[in-house]
């Protein structure tokens, strides 16, 4: 059975890393999706353009040791966070800053064109408040990574503040205005608004806690399940811990809530057309 991981992170520094990657897989997980977390927990000042293409490609570095070292197969994705967007304006300036993550991105979709990664993310705007002009640039970038993304016909993976119906809708206007096709934009971090996410043109990537996961199902199963791993030593098991998706998959698979073609569609069939790999079996 493949068991698919849409959102996942690593650290070599303050994380299991490898080892993390090898508990999934006793699990019996078998593919992950690994997003790039920041430049700084890489070890780079984020204060240039520069600086988060060494990240990424360090973020490609450490995908390649996964698939070296561990039978997990891994997939990179590269971008660059809201909040290091945030950052980068309060140390810099807004244009300065603007104008560095758009040279970030257009090398983060130069990686997905070179299939060293297969999707633009984590971007979108920052979870938290953040003046006017600056969540109106995030915007506006968000709608940049969402063009490049289109251009290289691959995927993008999306964070944003805390979702509702009203601000999937919203997102829906984006894709539309940008014209990138619906099954490439990933929600990550998705509540479970399936029907919703489907009718604006949203993929939803959603937490795989319990609650989240038996709401989803019951509107359908055009959705991917993450745990937004985060690898940090200090807060074991956040978001979700590494096993979760797999556990919680064979779980539902046993108690009748998903069916055997639920696990296909949720774990081959949606990220292979999201993110157009071909999901070995």
């Known amino acids: 059975m493949i068991i698919w991981d849409n959102h996942f992170h690593v650290d070599p520094f303050k994380g299991l890393f490898l080892e993390a990657v090898r508990q999934f897989h006793r699990a019996d997980g078998t593919h992950l999706v690994v997003v790039y977390k920041t430049a700084h927990d890489y070890g780079f000042p984020g204060l240039k353009a ?4 060494k990240a990424m490609d360090f973020h490609i570095e450490l995908v390649e040791k996964i698939n070296n070292e561990t039978p997990v197969k891994a997939y990179a994705v590269v971008g660059v966070h809201p909040a290091e967007f945030v950052y980068l304006a309060e140390q810099k300036g807004l244009e300065y800053a603007r104008n560095e993550v758009m040279k970030a991105l257009e090398y983060a979709q130069r990686l997905c064109l070179e299939g060293k990664a297969i999707a633009i993310g984590e971007i979108g705007r920052p979870h938290y408040e953040v003046p006017e002009e600056i969540w109106e640039a995030s915007i506006e970038l968000m709608k940049y990574g ?26 829906g206007e984006y894709v539309r205005e940008v ?3 619906p099954h490439r934009v990933v929600k990550h971090f998705s509540p479970p608004l399936v029907k919703v996410a489907e009718e604006v043109g949203v993929f939803p990537s959603i ?5 989240n996961i038996q709401e989803a199902i019951k509107q359908g199963n ?12 200090r807060r074991p098991g956040a978001v979700l811990g590494p096993k979760t998706v797999p556990k919680r998959t064979k779980a539902f698979l046993q108690n009748g809530l998903f069916t055997e ?3 296909y569609k949720i774990h081959v069939e949606n990220p292979r057309k999201v993110y157009g790999v071909e999901v070995e079996e």
Do not use: P
């Open 50 to 53: 520069e600086d988060f293409m």
């Open 146 to 171: 969402m063009i490049l993304a289109k251009e290289a016909d691959c995927a993008v993976q999306l964070h944003t503040e805390s979702f509702d119906e009203a601000k999937f809708r919203e997102l």
């Open 179 to 181: 014209g990138i096709k």
């Open 207 to 211: 937490i795989a806690s319990r609650k």
């Open 222 to 233: 055009r959705f991917m399940m993450e745990t937004d791993y985060i690898d940090d030593k």
């Open 261 to 263: 073609e639920d696990v």
